[in-house]
């Protein structure tokens, strides 16, 4: 029963924290975009000048545009909330059916990316760890501080040079081949799309798991009950198998989980290196070209993704650590 | 009965050994060296030493031109240490910034505790509810682009991490017996943050100053190469990188390895002498 | 000295490489020309205060200290000289130790699966378990336990059982009375008297010189990481002239049944030990000798002793 409700409150508290997040990023963003130069009616219109002073004055009347910021910002407030995310000023279709497709697309790249960094992070980490100042540790960290210094669309730009154009393994942009439509795209095409930007973004987020696992390795290996347990003559293999991967899987699980932002982030640059149309490429065009309706919600769709893999995090740790669950129970 | 000899069961090891302190006093020596002579290599090449060269586009790595040239011919190893050293100024510009709002924040937040605290804590979570990228950009929309948006993005998204390690610090410091005599005294919360609490946090600072630049260098270069950062008329990294992709296809490699991969070098070097400072500073490496 | 010891550690010493400020580093000797003895079926106390090193003993019976730990000196278990080999072969098996506390067991399993970890009797790992749970008094669901969860008396059954799971021949029990109160000492005194009883022989490593004479067969004076004496227990009754070593002397006046008054000055550090004997900056008897030369081990009225004087 408490243990339930502990849950609830827990929950109850996150989803406040969330909802003041979400009013407040909403605000900032407002201010923001309202700061910048940009002109919402030129970047609707283009650079065309076939359209009219008074036309443009027209489009700003429909949308309001000339009302004062305050009112503007409440009109589009409540119509967020009501569902209404406005119209995308470049795909020319509603803001969330855009958001959408898109983010469908990066999910499956970054589920890939996460899986695999998350897995060969953790592998490494463990194997760094237990060979803790030998040559495999040092090579192990040595690549982990070079990733960690690589900006990911260079790393994407070296992968496409080498891999697409040198020996043409893999396509070298876009999504979908030009002149097929979305529909007839088979598997195959979809996944040999998919392997080079998932595989950047995957050995970018490989260094901060693999890192943080060995330290703990190492933090475990040199603690109290790896010592009792040596002392009663468990082997250095069961010793791995028995203590050291358990102990360092929670921790490497829940960072795994803490690193949905910097997977955004790391997604944004590598679709726009590798032309994936996703929600990454989105934000680059909505931002270039001023889209300003699809570049809000696209804040707020972040905030959601960051902010449901933080909370998964914290979850998972009362969940799964037997010292918090049972505590609860007791 | 009990003989008394003198035997040496394992192996006793070199009487000097090279230690982790000596390592890292050396790398830090090194590699600050190497930063310098690159800012004042850039600040050394004149404007006019990037000039275009038509007859020699597109030259592939050489002796005369180690990292090539492009399109008009400029050699692209000036091109890259004007571009370095661009990205090295903001760089520490925004390190620094950064590491100011994170110690006025950092200590402010637990002296002043109640709802100042909690304002602060509440800001460092907002800025972390949001991936940095795309808060820069925001940023940098706002201010209509160039080098203001930039550096004031790249500030807005370093802050949070080194004032949570400084917070945390100063929550110890607090609770420590002098600083509580001090408050007892009657000695004003000012007093006590410039008095007991910062010297304190000051190897943090330092630490956490350093291993901020690489981030804000990478940022810098990553938001410039997408086009919310530094105009294209500017020598930066983000825009040489930029630009190469017009040539990705056409096997003009050295157009987009050099200057990233010097981009990471510096990075590396700056990375790894944060983290040779904490090692010297940290109590634990005084065992090993 | 008819009876052979099953486990006797010569002249141990072991030092660490130290950072002490800025580049300067020193070897420190935090164990130095360390004696013991071991006998089927009787308890040895190790006593000395608390914080002086007195578990790297343990560790290095056990071939478990740190890699960067040098030592030197020999250690023969049944007669035989033991190898780094050696040592990962024993623990465990023949030599168990007994940890603190319950934070020397995972905190993310379950007791009874730990237990299990260390039989290599993959077939019966459920049974012995089940059965030494049983001896102790120890529920069947304590198995499922994870350490967090156990409670003072379960914890102290637990590591017991730990020890005992093996047929192992010499126990150590490392500090296994701190924070406890009256009756929980002598719950814990009752339980090592009863395993030695059964032929085992017993190394409790401890800083109360009192528990340790309730129970204990002899006593080994700990100090500046060396053993000034070995005694037996019956030499501290009454006045204690039966002693040998000076600091044995003034710790057993030390006591509360006794004169109760306490030693004065504090053990020398690792960093700062005096040249010749270990307590000679203390000792009330000290020559020039003293602090010039290392004293020996000698043996006096069947105990030993390290003192140019002793009598």
């Known amino acids: 029963m408490e243990k339930r409700s502990g849950l609830g409150i827990f929950l109850t508290k996150r989803l406040i924290k969330l909802v003041t997040l979400l009013v407040a990023i909403c605000i900032v963003t407002f201010v923001l975009l309202e700061l910048s130069p940009i002109d919402p009616v030129t970047a609707y219109v283009g650079a065309s000048t076939k359209v009219g002073a008074e036309q443009r004055a027209l489009i700003a009347e429909h949308w309001g545009l000339n009302k004062p910021p305050i009112e503007r910002f409440m009109a589009w407030f409540t119509s967020i909330i009501r569902g209404d995310w406005g119209t995308s000023m470049i795909y020319r279709r509603p803001v969330l059916e855009v958001i959408g497709q898109k983010f469908l697309s990066s999910l499956a790249l970054m589920a890939v990316a996460w899986t695999l960094s998350g897995v060969l992070g953790f592998v490494l980490g463990i194997i760094a760890g237990v060979y803790e100042g030998k040559a495999v540790d040092k090579v192990i960290r040595a690549y982990c501080h070079i990733l960690i210094s690589t900006p990911s669309f260079w790393l994407g730009i070296l992968f496409i040079m080498l891999f697409a154009v040198e020996l043409g393994w893999f396509p070298v942009a876009i999504s979908v081949p030009i002149g097929v439509l979305a529909e007839d795209v088979s598997l195959a095409d979809r996944l040999s799309h998919l392997i080079l930007p998932s595989l950047t973004l995957s050995l970018i987020g490989i260094s901060n798991i693999c890192l943080h696992t060995r330290q703990k390795v190492v933090d475990i290996l040199s603690s109290d009950f790896v010592l009792f347990a040596k002392a009663r003559g468990e082997s250095k293999r069961s010793i791995i198998h028995n203590h050291v991967i358990k102990n360092a899987s929670l921790p490497a699980i829940t960072l795994q989980f803490l690193s949905f932002s910097e997977l955004f982030g790391g997604a944004v640059f590598v679709e726009q290196v590798f032309s994936y149309p996703g929600l990454g490429q989105a934000t680059v065009q909505s931002g270039l070209r001023g889209d300003l309706p699809l570049l809000m919600g696209i804040v707020i769709i972040s905030l959601i993704f960051v902010y449901v893999g933080n909370m998964t995090a914290d979850l998972l740790y009362m969940v799964i650590d037997p010292r918090i669950k049972e505590g609860q129970m007791a | 009965m009990m003989e008394q000899v003198e035997r040496i069961q394992v192996p006793q090891g070199p009487l000097f050994k090279f230690g982790v302190r000596e390592k890292a006093i050396i790398a830090i020596g090194l590699f600050a060296t190497v930063f310098i002579v690159i800012l004042i290599a850039g600040s050394l090449i004149p404007e006019d030493s990037l000039d275009v060269d038509l007859y020699n586009i597109f030259a592939s790595p050489s002796l005369a031109h180690p990292f090539g040239t492009d399109w008009v011919g400029t050699d692209m190893l000036l091109r890259t240490i004007t571009g370095l050293y661009l990205s090295m100024k903001i760089g520490i510009f925004c390190a620094v910034t950064s590491a100011i709002i994170a110690v006025l924040l950092g200590i402010a937040g637990p002296i002043f505790g109640g709802k100042i605290d909690y304002v602060i804590s509440w800001l460092v979570d907002l800025v972390l509810s949001v991936p940095h990228t795309l808060v820069i950009i925001l940023v940098s929309i706002a201010c209509g682009g160039g080098l203001t948006g930039i550096v004031i993005g790249v500030t807005v998204t370093h802050w949070t991490s080194l004032t949570r390690v400084i917070r945390a610090e100063v929550m110890q410091v607090k609770e420590m017996e002098y600083t509580k005599i001090s408050r007892k005294f009657g000695k004003s919360k000012l007093f006590i943050a410039r008095e007991h609490v910062f010297p304190h946090v000051i190897p943090q600072l330092v630490v956490g100053t350093v291993l901020i630049f690489p981030h804000a260098i990478l940022h810098e270069a990553s938001i410039t190469f997408l086009g919310f950062g530094l105009p294209p008329h500017e020598p930066a990294i983000g825009v040489i990188l930029s630009e190469s992709m017009k040539y990705l296809t056409s096997g003009k490699w050295w157009l987009a390895f050099f200057p990233g991969a010097s981009l990471v070098l510096v990075s590396m070097m700056v990375e790894n002498i944060g983290r040779n400072i904490e090692k010297i500073i940290n109590q634990k490496t005084a065992y090993m | ?311």
Do not use: W
């Open chain 3, 1 to 311: 000295m008819d009876k052979q010891p099953i486990l006797q550690v010569n002249n141990l010493g072991i030092s660490f490489s130290q950072y002490t400020k800025g580049l300067h580093r020193v070897d420190l000797k935090v164990i130095t020309n360390l004696d013991v003895e071991l006998y089927e079926g009787e308890i040895l106390a190790v006593v000395g205060s608390s914080g002086s090193g007195k578990s790297l003993l343990a560790h290095a019976i056990l071939g478990i200290l740190p890699d960067n730990a040098v030592t030197e000196g020999e250690i023969y278990y049944n007669g035989k000289l033991l190898t780094p080999e050696d040592m990962e072969r024993l623990r465990g098996d023949e030599i168990a130790l007994i940890p603190q506390s319950v934070n020397y067991l995972d905190p993310l399993q379950q007791v009874g699966k730990q237990i299990k970890i260390t039989i290599k009797d993959h077939e019966h790992q459920d049974e012995v378990v089940s059965d030494i749970f049983q001896r102790y008094g120890l529920k069947k669901e304590v198995e499922n336990y994870y350490p967090f969860q156990l409670s003072g008396g379960m914890a102290r059954k637990v590591l017991l059982a730990m020890a005992l799971v093996s047929d192992s021949k010499v126990i150590i029990a490392d500090e296994p009375t701190p924070g406890l109160d009256e009756a929980s000492i002598n719950e814990v005194l009752k339980d090592f008297r009863d395993i030695a009883d059964t032929g085992r022989a017993v190394m409790m490593i401890t800083h109360d010189i009192q528990a340790a004479l309730k129970i204990a067969d002899k006593i080994a004076i700990f100090y500046a990481g060396t053993t000034l004496e070995t005694a037996n227990a019956a030499d501290f009754e009454g006045d204690g002239s039966r002693l040998r070593h000076p600091y044995t002397k003034a710790l057993n006046r030390a006591l509360p049944s006794n004169e109760f008054v306490p030693v004065a000055g504090t053990q020398p550090l690792p960093n700062e030990l005096p040249h010749g004997c270990l307590y000679s900056d203390r000792c009330p008897k000290k020559t020039k000798k003293c602090e010039v030369e290392r004293p020996r081990l000698k043996e006096i009225r069947d105990g030993k002793v390290r003192c140019l004087y002793a009598t």
